[in-house]
């Protein structure tokens, strides 16, 4: 059986000359699929090349984003070290204010910080949240020594501790003979001896809660200052407060006097705790002359 035959004529210009080629079918599809391959072949290396650099650049990309990960992880790695430290310093300042304060169980906590170079792994959950448990801790702590500091120092403030008025101590706390009649008697309180009308002063922080006029004390003043403590000053010759009136230390209340019940000017000083009247020597740590 004759095959197809066919002609493939190619004429370089107008009048020249020509080549012409005799194929048969098979020889002409073999042509074809060779001129297919390459087309194909061409195209995939085109895209190969393009699809390689698009790779590359998107390699060369996520590295640099690798990079930067890595620094920021290690640098918020030691952000959080310097923060753990930080807070231990904190534990332990607040661990001695605490014992300033009266306080106990407040030892700092025996977490530590953790550490490392870029290469290590990034800092746990755990550690995260640990860290911000000491936190909450620290500042439960200071609140409470805050707390204890500020009562501490009303206390301090509260607590009669200077002369009323400089003098010569004249009667001391406890039983004694009566200067009227004589006879044995309790005496609540101490009496000094002053030049009339010198300037009283109040011996701690309080409010005035009762001023009198007439009595055994004449003219007093009873000033409340916390904690269960009362002062009183009598015999006054004027007094300088009015009840609901704040004080502090060493403000004045009256001046020397001798009315009620005295025999010379001087004054009445007590300390009461808890209603119970108490020695006030103890609480004059600047006296400078002992009681007679």
Excluded: C
């Excluded at 304060?101 to 800092?123: C, F, M």
């Excluded at 009562?151 to 009323?164: D, G, K, R, V, Y």
């Excluded at 704040?246 to 005295?262: M, P, S």
């Amino acid at each position: 059986m004759n095959s197809k035959h066919f002609t493939l004529i190619l004429v370089h210009n107008e009048g020249a000359r020509f080549r012409k080629w005799r194929l048969t079918l098979p020889q002409l599809l073999g042509v074809a699929a060779l001129a297919i391959f390459g087309v194909v072949g061409s195209a995939y290396s085109i895209w190969s090349y393009f699809a390689v650099g698009a790779d590359r650049a998107e390699i060369a990309d996520l590295a640099r984003e690798n990079e930067t990960l890595r620094a920021t992880n290690g640098s918020f790695e030691a952000r959080l070290s310097g923060l753990q430290d930080r807070l231990a310093e904190s534990e332990e300042k607040t661990r001695k204010l605490a014992i300033v304060a009266g306080l106990e169980n407040l030892g700092a906590s025996s977490e530590v910080g953790i550490g490392g170079t870029a290469d290590a792994e990034p800092p746990s959950a755990a550690a995260i949240a640990a860290s911000e448990q000491r936190a909450r801790r620290l500042v439960q702590s200071l609140d409470r020594v805050e707390s204890r500091l500020h009562e501490n120092l009303q206390l301090i403030s509260a607590t009669p501790s200077i002369t009323p008025v400089r003098g010569i101590f004249t009667s001391t706390f406890g039983y004694r003979p009566d200067p009227i009649t004589g006879q044995r008697a309790f005496h609540s309180g101490v009496d000094i001896s002053a030049q009339p009308g010198k300037p009283v002063k109040v011996t701690a922080a309080g409010v005035v809660v009762r001023t009198e006029e007439f009595g055994g004390l004449g003219r007093a003043v009873h000033v409340a200052h916390g904690f269960g403590v009362t002062t009183v000053y009598g015999h006054m010759s004027r007094i300088s407060v009015t009840p609901g009136q704040r004080l502090e230390r060493g403000d004045f209340v009256g001046l020397v006097g001798n009315t009620g019940r005295a025999t010379g000017y001087h004054l009445h000083y007590e300390v009461q705790v808890n209603g119970d009247a108490v020695n006030p020597l103890t609480y004059m740590v600047d006296r400078a002359a002992p009681a007679l």
